[in-house]
């Protein structure tokens, strides 16, 4: 294995995971839910009275996120390679998996473990497996 | 329920993902390439997140409800079945393919990046496939089952 070390960034992942973190603490000990963003939009789909607009506000709140942190810092723009077809093919995989297994990275891979709970942690070793295992397939055997 | 508070908690959420790194899929998926050229900056995301989350569902617990008068809403699925296993799968799978999970992909349309919003698109299909496959009659709360 070897590491990259000219993209290795621990300070501000460490930093932003802080963030997440301090999100996920908020709504939990403010408002009383799980932060999990497949469970924010999922829960749209469909909407429930009394139930969409905290939901929405949320979702609000996340795509506003890149607008102001450029007051903040240099957030470094997506750079997406996948053609529109695996585009479609992987929002499909990840929209309908994350609801059958009710979470996704920020639900079970934070909130999840954070909670120690045995489902998240069997959640959350089966996605990374299975994203290390793909990514794997992809770049060298494919 | 409050829609002021869940903004903020979107903004700082989204500000987040984009400080660690991980609303950018090629340094997501270099974080998912062992094979290759291996960044583990993602690892540290998780650390710094659980470490806060950890203290705060401690200090939940001990709570009868939330700061709002709000119910905690805590997840009622305890087993280790098929349904999570293989959406886990099937997650990890797309995840792996595009470099984007649901967090990030939602935050990256604040980038106006259209791929991102084709992938959203794509992902709220995928959520509403299982809704219609998942037409069980449903119990009024049963969001209160959900893990996130």
Known sequence: ?142 | MNRVSPFFVGLLFGIGLCLSGMTNPSKVLAFLDLGGAWDPSLAFVMGGAIAIAFVAFRIAARRAASLSGEPFHWPTARAIDARLIGGSLLFGVGWGLVGLCPGPAIADIGFLDGRAALFVLAMAAGMALYSGFAAVPSTPGAEVALDG
């Not at chain 1, 070793?125 to 055997?141: E, I, K, N, Q």
């Open chain 1, 1 to 142: 294995m070897t590491i990259d070390w000219t993209h290795f960034t621990p300070v501000s992942a460490f930093a932003g995971g802080l963030l997440i973190g301090l999100a996920a603490a908020w709504l939990i000990l403010e408002d009383g839910r799980i932060l999990g963003a497949s469970g924010l939009l999922g829960g749209l789909i469909p909407p429930r009275a009394g139930d969409w607009p905290w939901r929405a506000s949320a979702l609000a709140g996340l795509i506003a996120a890149p607008l102001v942190a450029r007051f903040l810092f240099e957030p470094a723009a997506p750079s997406i390679e996948a053609t529109a077809a695996t585009l479609v093919a992987g929002g499909l995989l990840v929209g309908f998996g994350t609801r059958l297994a009710n979470g996704c990275t920020s639900g079970h891979g934070v909130c999840g473990l954070a909670r120690l709970s045995p489902r998240s942690l069997a959640a959350t070793a089966t996605f990374m497996g299975a994203g290390f295992l793909t990514v794997f397939l992809v770049r060298h055997v494919l």
